[in-house]
């Protein structure tokens, strides 16, 4: 079955250095949501890719799609306490509007 | 404002003790689903909806039902609730999930004792 892998598992970085989530699938991705998650509460919609190449930014947080649309990366910049929480990667990967996730990055920004 | 109500936030209740979470969105949209996350495995699909009557089991639908008998609404249900469902609900919505993503709603943590 189609199944999204998340690395790393879990990020503890200083605040104010730059970090990278990737998420990975073994099919082609039809459209990758990227949802970040404050422990324990519901998930906020940070950006979705559909085509391959695609790059969107918000704030400080850039998502990118690779050319095979099988990838994607979740670059933060000068990460600030205000990025902790887990992000959640999400696909649609047999076009039938079922939406799969990933399991997860959980991100700590040490002051 | 657009949003995914979910209700209760929290629910502790005893094994066998039918209970039912609601879900309501105000957004018109064709899909619903409902979630559950798990420490380790993350977050995995009970049942969804493409519109009234219209429900689908999705990975993990044992022991929940659900019903869409009107668009806005999408209550979960379970009938004889037990340990192994304690976890953390989401429902959410969609126009077309494939194409927007999918709203959220806040989450209910449940535990069954």
């Known amino acids: 079955s189609q199944e999204l892998e998340q690395s790393p598992q879990s990020l503890i970085v200083q605040e104010g250095k730059n970090l990278t989530i990737n998420c990975t699938s073994s099919?082609?991705?039809?459209?990758l949501y990227w949802y970040k998650q404050k422990y324990g509460e519901g998930l906020i919609f940070l950006m979705m890719l559909q085509k391959g190449g695609e790059e969107k930014s918000h704030e400080k947080i850039t998502a990118k799609l690779d050319e095979k649309k099988q990838q994607s990366s979740l670059h933060i910049t000068a990460s600030q306490p205000s990025h902790a929480g887990i992000y959640l990667c999400?696909?649609?990967?047999?076009?039938?509007?079922?939406?799969?996730f990933g399991k997860g990055t959980r991100l700590h920004i040490l002051p | 404002e657009a949003q995914v109500t979910q209700n209760p936030r929290y629910l502790i209740t005893v094994t066998g003790k039918k209970l039912t979470v609601t879900c309501s969105q105000n957004?018109?949209?064709?899909?619903m689903s409902w979630y559950r996350q798990d420490p380790g495995l993350g977050l995995r699909q009970i049942y969804y909806s493409m519109n009234v009557e219209v429900t689908d089991k999705g990975d993990v639908p044992e022991g929940y039902k659900v019903s869409r008998k009107e668009k806005r609404n999408f209550p979960l249900i379970l009938e004889s609730p037990s340990p192994n469902q304690t976890s953390l609900y989401f429902c959410a919505s969609s126009l077309s999930p494939g194409i927007y993503g999918y709203t959220f709603g806040s989450g209910t943590r449940l535990t069954v004792v």
């Open positions: 957004m018109n949209h064709e899909y």
């Open positions: 999400g696909a649609d990967a047999w076009r039938d509007d079922k939406i799969i």
């Open positions: 099919k082609t991705l039809y459209g």
